[in-house]
T-cell receptor, first 114, second 110 residues
């Protein structure tokens, strides 16, 4: 079955440690995204990538880094520079088809920094 | 940048209709979407509307678009407890650029 997979579902880290969230898709989509979701603030775009080896900052990129070495994979690293990293992180991928862009989302990773 | 706004909460009684509203600012929007998020899960596409349409009906769902006022709404007829979730509207501008609202938490009271 085609889809987008995030792992792990829950992640706990100590303050000051970097942590990497995994996102893999087998939908052959060109575009991939990382969003952060906080209560009452909807989805905020962290980074996105339209093509392999290229990515752009979203609205809240500070304290995060990404890579896009393969079409299927778009890992997100939450660095120690991110001041408030505890949140629900969602990865998505999309492909433009006749102008319509349907985004497919993973199940999310809930990161808790203690 | 694009600004997409929704009210945060809505409560309705089971069997009533729910209307979730959304406003956006970019007049060059091409498609507008409604996504549903179940607790602890990712978002799933519910329905979408092309910007040159003003209404789309899909079973219990009716989407209304007022392009002049940049207002989008989602009506759910005969709301059931399984409809309780967070509903996001999203606006597409340009290639692959999706802007999401804050989400409206719909609570259905039995």
């Amino acid at each position: 079955d085609g889809g987008i997979t995030q792992s792990p579902k829950y992640l706990f880290r100590k303050e000051g440690q970097n942590v990497t969230l995994s996102c893999e898709q087998n939908l052959n989509h060109d575009a991939m995204y990382w969003y952060r979701q906080d209560p009452g603030q909807g989805l905020r775009l962290i980074y996105y990538s339209q093509i392999v080896n290229d990515f752009q900052k979203g609205d809240i990129a500070e304290g995060y880094s990404v890579s896009r070495e393969k079409k299927e994979s778009f890992p997100l690293t939450v660095t120690s520079a991110q001041k408030n990293p505890t949140a629900f992180y969602l990865c998505a991928s999309s492909q433009r088809d006749r102008g319509l862009t349907e985004a497919f989302f993973g199940q999310g990773t809930r990161l808790t920094v203690v | 940048g694009e600004d997409v706004e929704q009210s945060l909460f809505l409560s309705v009684r089971e069997g009533d209709s729910s209307v979730i509203n959304c406003t956006y600012t970019d007049s060059s929007s091409t498609y507008l979407y409604w996504y549903k998020q179940e607790p602890g899960a990712g978002l799933q596409l519910l329905t979408y509307i092309f910007s040159n349409m003003d209404m789309k009906q899909d079973q219990r769902l009716t989407v209304l678009l007022n392009k002049k006022d940049k207002h989008l709404s989602l009506r759910i007829a005969d709301t059931q407890t399984g409809d309780s979730a967070i509903y996001f509207c999203a606006d597409q501008t340009g290639a692959n650029n999706l802007f999401f609202g804050t989400g409206t938490r719909l609570t259905v009271i039995p």
